[in-house]
């Protein structure tokens, strides 16, 4: 067993939140009906936003849960502090991860384009994939979560 495998089970057996894993989990999911909402009323850009928001609170619901809190909107750090601890992140999540990471700011700055408003460059199309996207990574970590706690 290797050092972050070790460390991993010391929190589990030790650390473990339940119900800080089930607040955050809870808000992700929220926030997740709230983008498709958002996509509905053809507010695309919000609906990104919202679900690169999803995708963060779900992982951040694991770190809490696994009582290794961490601040940050970066998703591809968020998951690099998860495989610090010991949790192997499939490609496909962090693929997930790496796409929603583009919807964190330029979905909202006017600044971060040259012309227009962000609500003139998002498409239904993006925002149908930013949930999908964000509802897989939700469904891995309720999977996860699970896993460690041999709830399968």
């Known amino acids: ?16 939140d339940e119900s800080e894993f089930s607040r ?4 992700a ?5 709230s983008a498709n909402r958002d996509r509905i009323s053809g507010n ?5 936003f919202k679900a690169h928001q999803a995708a963060e609170k ?6 809490w849960g696994l009582g290794n809190p961490k601040t ?9 502090t998860l495989r610090n601890i010991g949790i192997e992140i499939p490609i496909d ?11 964190y700011v330029p979905t909202r700055y006017p600044d971060a384009w040259s012309e227009g408003v962000p609500e ?13 996207l964000a509802e897989k990574v939700i469904n891995w970590v309720i999977d996860v979560w699970r896993k460690l706690l041999r709830k399968e």
């Open 1 to 16: 067993m290797c050092c972050a495998e070790y460390y991993l089970w010391v929190v589990i057996l030790w650390a473990v």
């Open 93 to 103: 999540i962090y693929e997930a991860l790496a796409r929603l990471s583009k919807f």
């Open 58 to 63: 779900a992982l951040k619901a694991l770190l």
């Open 120 to 132: 003139d460059y998002y498409t239904e199309g993006e925002a149908r994939e930013a949930i999908q």
């Open 72 to 80: 940050g909107y970066s998703l591809i750090e968020l998951g690099n």
């Open 29 to 33: 999911t929220l926030t997740l009906e």
């Open 44 to 48: 695309y850009n919000w609906s990104c």
């Open 24 to 27: 955050w989990i809870r808000s």
